[in-house]
């Protein structure tokens, strides 16, 4: 007989229980596997994307580099699909490119940039990036000549001169010059100071002295004078050249030819003209006929008269050109406001060694602040304001004089009251040849002077103004949804 096991299957359940633990846990551990797999996969691909993208961006930076007017990619509409190949030639994804071309006169380009890789097109990342080439609008003044900014000037952008500067005032950004020492002809002495330097008191004291400072001069450390230099000063550093801009007068010319708008010379026994935009994209056009008489014994030390408009003859109104760039072979006076508009008004005798002027006696003014309105008057000669000035007086521009300077002829004498004018407030940038001025030592000319730089000009500047180099740098450059 046979005898049974009572205790027969006592640890299955036991068994079956912690095998489907076991097998849970296995196929758990597996599954989690293989996620991080995937995963890891997927983040490897993603950064492959990412690179690929770069890569397209670097692409065309190179094409810049060597195309620089090239925006069309070679042709055809976008997007523009290129291989992408590793150091072997094997295929390991596309780039996908849309160029957005700068709008007229400007060089801000954008390249957007789609990279897939091959091991999984459902990856995608997208980089944008906006290159452009410097302008010479990159400061708030910049000066081929010794400068010097007296009490009352407040400047906020960078400074550059290729000569000395002395800065009695106060800069909000950092003041350059190209000279490690500088003879200040404004001194009571022939020792030379530093490159940028200062002849305001130390605080506690007060005032300016105008007498040779020690301790603004080599071998002297270069004090901390933050109450002048609020961002510091540099010196010596490279100088910028005024080189090209001779070749950007007769450029200017010949791009208001072709497609702009051109004014030959007034004629004999008229003076210019006199320019007045408007907010509607339209702008008026006078022929000068008299210049105002310097009154009483006013007198102007340089002997060119008053450089105000007495009578003036409407000769039309024009339409701003599509290439915004405005020539005229003579002197010229400008004023009113713009609207959303981007102009570039010159003066010149490009063939001949006469110099051209621009004058600036009213307002002339944006409407909006945005970078929307750009605005440059360049001159052969200087760039004017006139004895006829208005006493609170806002130019809106860039002011560039190749060949002479920026500022206010030194009025002296019985000029009802025009001699001494209060406030002067520019917003844009001052490029000059020569050393530049709108007040004198004897407190003549604008009490106070405020020069604020207008920074969308450095890559979006007005149309055709001239360029520091011919070389695009990057400006933005951001990872984007992918659309």
């Known amino acids: 007989m046979i005898k049974k096991n009572r205790n027969s299957g006592y640890f299955l359940p036991f068994v079956l229980v912690f095998g489907a633990i076991a097998i849970a846990a296995v196929a758990g551990l597996v599954s989690f596997a293989n996620t991080n797999l995937l995963s890891g ?72 940039s789609q990279g897939v890789a091959s091991t999984d097109t459902s990856v995608k990342r997208t980089i944008v990036s906006k290159l452009a080439i410097p302008s010479f609008a990159n400061y708030a003044v910049v000066a081929d000549a010794g400068m010097r900014f007296g009490v009352g000037t407040d400047v906020v952008g960078p400074i550059h001169v290729n ?29 030379s100071e530093f490159g940028v330097h200062t002849h305001v008191n130390t605080p506690p004291a007060t005032g300016v002295n105008d007498s040779f400072r020690p301790l603004e001069a080599p071998p002297s450390p270069v004090p901390t004078r933050l109450d002048v230099f609020m961002a510091g000063r540099s010196f010596p550093v490279s100088t910028v050249s005024f080189g090209n801009i001779a070749a950007d007068i007769s450029n200017l010319k010949s791009l208001a030819q072709s497609g702009g708008r051109y004014f ?39 002997g060119t008269g008053s450089w105000s408009v007495g009578n003036s003859t409407l000769l039309g109104n024009y339409t701003n050109p599509a290439n915004g760039v405005i020539f005229f072979e003579d002197d010229v006076w400008v004023e009113g406001q713009i ?44 760039v004017n304001v006139g004895l006829f000035s208005m006493d609170t007086l806002r130019i809106d521009a860039a002011l560039m004089a190749e060949n002479g300077r920026v500022g206010r002829h030194h009025y002296t004498g019985s000029c009802n009251s025009y001699t001494n004018r209060s406030d002067l407030t520019l917003f844009g940038m001052i490029g000059s ?10 407190g003549t000319g604008y009490e106070t002077r405020n020069l604020i730089y207008d920074a969308s000009m450095l890559y979006a500047p007005p149309p ?12 933005s450059w951001q990872e984007t949804a992918n659309n």
């Open 339 to 382: 609207n959303s508009a981007r102009i570039t008004l010159a003066a010149g005798t490009p063939t001949s060694s006469g110099g051209k002027s621009i004058t600036i006696n009213n307002n002339l003014l944006y409407t909006n602040y945005d970078g929307q309105d750009s605005l440059a008057l360049i001159a052969e000669g200087d």
């Open 464 to 475: 055709s103004f001239p360029l520091t180099t011919d070389k695009y740098q990057i400006v």
């Open 433 to 442: 040849s020569l050393r530049y001025g709108f007040a004198y030592v004897d």
């Open 41 to 112: 996969r997927r983040a490897i691909t993603r950064e492959q994307a990412f690179q690929i993208a770069e890569a397209g961006i670097d692409y065309y930076r190179w094409h810049l580099a060597h195309n620089g007017s090239d925006y069309s990619d070679g042709g055809g509409p976008f997007p523009h699909v290129h291989n992408f190949y590793d150091k072997s030639g094997i295929l390991i994804g596309t780039f996908s490119l849309t160029i957005t071309p700068p709008p007229a006169g400007s060089t801000l380009v954008a390249i957007k």
């Open 264 to 302: 030959a010379d007034s004629g004999g026994g008229n003076d210019g003209y006199k320019v007045v935009f408007k907010t509607n994209d339209t702008y008026d056009v006078y022929r000068v006929t008299s210049i105002q008489s310097l009154p009483g014994s006013c007198s102007n030390q340089s």
């Open 163 to 191: 000569g000395g500067v002395r800065f009695d005032g106060v800069a909000h950004n950092i003041v350059t010059s190209s000279l490690g020492s500088y003879n200040d002809p404004d001194h009571s002495d022939s020792s």
